[in-house]
């Protein structure tokens, strides 16, 4: 049997004033119902990139008492965060799809208001492969930055823009008219949502992971999985035929396919971080507050020596 869902308190005044969307969703909600179902966070990729987010909050060497896992699936985020040796007092999660919560703090969220809580409720708020799903990510982000307390951060992770490369080539040269992968964004757009809603000290990271396939089809219908199914409600409904099929997988193994066969995937992950901010963090000085100029700097250091 699942656990029930917490009851978590929200503030009154925030709810009857905020009751625009908090969180539009790009894709229609039964579909994203349906895709999550699958249980998109137990791919090996996700928990992958989980792994390598709860490594970049441990690298904070802070404690973190009340955190959420916006987006948590089936909890494969709660796992590697205890691998990485970070445990927060509380950890709830949250989820759109009810059916993946099964944990005794969980919020099973909506999609007309999924961030239900009052400002100033976590120490943390991490987020793993969820923001790609998002229309008004910046939106979003300006949300989760009034439920996070002062000196709160926001980690979260997402494909980057260079994601799936060779998808959108093979697609491309196949002949499809349509885009069947989901649109992502890049480094230098998602630094500038961060700091266009008020995050103190953001930092935006990738990685780049390639993964090797020996069979197409086993590829296709894997990447799908991972989240490169573009669900947008104008994209083309016709399914794939198989003629389009093996067009697809020539122009794959023409382009892309290694000496020994293989078929390689790119993928970009984008690390967003940011803090609420506090009067504690360090702020850069003002242009020309500098009490001492580079010259005088560079004239205390000793004198480079001269080879013959």
């Known amino acids: 049997m699942p ?38 966070d137990q ?10 987010l709860a490594e970049r909050m441990a690298d904070m060497r802070r404690g973190f008492g009340t955190v959420l896992d916006l987006g948590s699936g089936t909890a494969s985020m709660a796992a ?12 709830i999660h949250a989820d759109l799809v009810s059916g993946n ?6 919020v099973a969220l909506n999609a007309e208001h999924p961030l239900p809580f009052a400002n100033g409720t976590f120490d943390a708020v991490i987020s793993n492969l969820m923001l790609h799903w998002i229309n008004d990510v910046p939106q979003t982000l300006m949300h989760i930055g009034r439920a996070l307390k002062p000196d709160g951060l926001f980690l979260a992770s997402t494909f980057g823009n260079d994601s799936f490369i060779e998808l959108k080539t093979a697609f491309a040269e196949s002949g499809s008219r349509h885009a069947h992968t989901i649109p992502f964004t890049d480094v230098q757009s998602a630094g500038a949502a961060l700091q266009k809603v008020g995050y103190a000290m953001p930092v935006v990271d990738r990685d780049v992971i390639t993964v090797t396939y020996k069979d197409f089809a086993a ?52 690390y967003l971080h940011g803090w609420r901010p506090h009067t504690s963090q360090q702020k850069p000085l003002k242009p020309g507050s500098a009490t001492v100029s580079l010259d005088e700097v560079l004239k205390t ?8």
């Not at 656990?3 to 969180?23: C, D, E, G, L, S």
């Open 3 to 40: 656990f029930p869902a917490v009851r978590v308190k929200t503030n009154p005044a925030y709810a009857m004033n905020h009751r625009q969307t908090i969180m539009q969703l790009l894709y229609p909600f039964p579909l994203l119902k349906a895709t999550f179902s699958h249980g998109q």
């Open 219 to 270: 590829l296709y219908t894997d990447m799908r999985l991972a989240g490169s199914r573009n669900l947008h409600p104008a994209r083309s409904r016709g399914l794939m035929t198989p003629r389009q099929l093996r067009r697809m997988e020539d122009a794959y193994r023409t382009n892309f396919a290694r000496p020994d066969g293989t078929l390689p995937v790119t993928l970009e992950i984008l």
């Open 301 to 308: 250091l000793p004198p480079r020596s001269q080879k013959d």
């Open 101 to 106: 919560l099964h944990h005794p703090l969980s």
């Open 80 to 91: 590697s965060l205890a691998q990485a040796g970070v445990t927060p007092d509380t950890l």
């Open 43 to 52: 791919h090996p990729l996700a928990e992958e990139v989980a792994s390598r």
